[in-house]
């Protein structure tokens, strides 16, 4: 096999190793995201005193801050998870071509 087949093929165990990390972190974020739509539905159902849980310790909170709060990391965390998808899209194209290289180099070598 060529070197450059060779170097090739470890790039492609590189690019799959980062997509992995890619796809943990989206996964994360996807969960995170979660978490706030069910922690904004159960705020905008609720009629009672809200609390915020800070360091282990709850404080009385006002409803409207705490929707305020939650949509901002709401916001932040899909603009993550969109960037996490842009470069998971872009490492899929570089995955994709880098196959179809050493799948042809390897054919040649034949």
């Known amino acids: 096999m060529k070197k450059e087949t060779e170097e090739k093929i470890k790039q492609l165990q590189v690019m799959e190793y980062n997509l992995q990390n890619f796809l943990a972190q989206k996964q994360t974020f996807q969960s995170q995201l979660l978490e706030i739509e069910n922690a904004l539905k159960e705020l905008e159902e609720n ?18 801050k705490l929707i305020k709060e939650l949509k901002y990391k709401k916001e932040v965390i899909e603009l993550r998870i969109k960037t996490l998808e842009k470069q998971e899209d872009k490492i899929r194209s570089d995955v994709n071509k880098t196959q179809k290289e050493v799948v042809k180099e390897m054919e040649n070598d034949k």
């Open 47 to 64: 009629k009672e005193e809200c609390y915020k849980l800070v360091g282990g310790v709850l404080f009385k909170e006002k409803k409207e």
